[in-house]
């Protein structure tokens, strides 16, 4: 007994200096980029008995039914307005004056937002054509799953399904392509698969959109499905969450849609789902 409670004064010494460094040191400045970093990493905590205060603790149909309710209290954005969402959500930590593309990983100016060569766009990572919602205001606008990728490497990717496997895409960062899919650059496969995932748990079909599914094929057409359900999966554990995808999730929660994408704060929610 002696021994537990020595170990437990020198646990709360321990907590106690922590608390008095914290407090004692100087602050930091920030940049823009990385801001909301610190807080970002934190969110699974801070937000389980108040956001998700609902959901946890539920598996299976019960968790996506007790999520889909509480992502769909959001915000939603005009097409238009997702060029200026994107160039706060997908910002360069290290050039504020950029965005980060999503396929390629290049660092591109934020004026070269358009349709020409050379410039960025509003890729559809769930390809709005799996569904037929094109544009519209919902799952044609919801930037939880738009990211700015290059236009040329956006033609290629095109509205196929993710897999893995096929040829190299010029200036794809490391992505790859064949007939019916499209594989991602490592350093995305895992926020790929949180942005589906989320998708299909945020449309279910009941506010007159298609009930949007995760499903294990490719070449899905226009049917409201997007796969492959195996290899996403295995992409959501291989690359977890980082700072760059913690910090954006923030961000469309604080300033754009107030809703957050549950696979970026809970990966392992994936599993208990699907």
Do not use: C
């Not at 660092?107 to 544009?135: C, M, Q």
């Not at 760059?244 to 704060?265: G, L, M, S, T």
């Amino acid at each position: 007994m002696l021994a537990i409670r020595t170990r437990r004064r020198k646990a709360a010494a321990l907590a106690a200096a922590v608390a008095l460094a914290a407090v004692a040191a100087p602050s930091l400045a920030a940049t823009p980029a990385t801001a909301t970093t610190a807080s970002a990493a934190t969110t699974a905590s801070d937000y389980d008995s108040t956001y998700y205060k609902d959901a946890v603790g539920k598996t299976g149909d019960s968790l996506k039914a007790a999520l889909h309710t509480i992502i769909s209290d959001q915000t939603k954005l005009s097409y238009s307005a997702v060029w200026d969402a994107l160039k706060a959500t997908d910002e360069d930590p290290d050039n504020s004056g950029n965005v980060i593309l999503l396929y390629s990983g290049v660092s591109r100016s934020k004026s070269l937002n358009g349709g020409d060569t050379g410039d960025w766009n509003r890729e559809h990572v769930w390809a709005k054509s799996h569904g037929d919602f094109g544009t519209s205001t919902g799952p044609g606008t919801d930037i939880h799953h738009l990211r700015p990728s290059d236009v040329r490497v956006n033609s290629v990717r095109g509205s196929k399904d993710f897999d893995n496997g096929g040829s190299a895409v010029s200036g794809g960062g490391g992505s790859l392509t064949d007939s019916d899919s499209f594989e991602p650059r490592d350093a995305v496969k895992g926020d790929v698969a949180r942005m589906i995932f989320y998708m299909a748990v945020r449309y279910e079909g009941g506010d007159g959109f298609a009930d949007l599914e995760a499903n294990d094929r490719v070449d899905n057409g226009s049917n409201p499905y997007i796969g492959k359900l195996s290899v996403l999966k295995a992409w959501n554990d291989e690359d977890p969450p980082d700072a760059f995808e913690e910090r954006r999730n923030q961000v469309i929660y604080d300033e754009y849609q107030h809703n957050r994408n549950p696979f970026v704060d809970h990966p392992e929610w994936v599993e208990s789902i699907w």
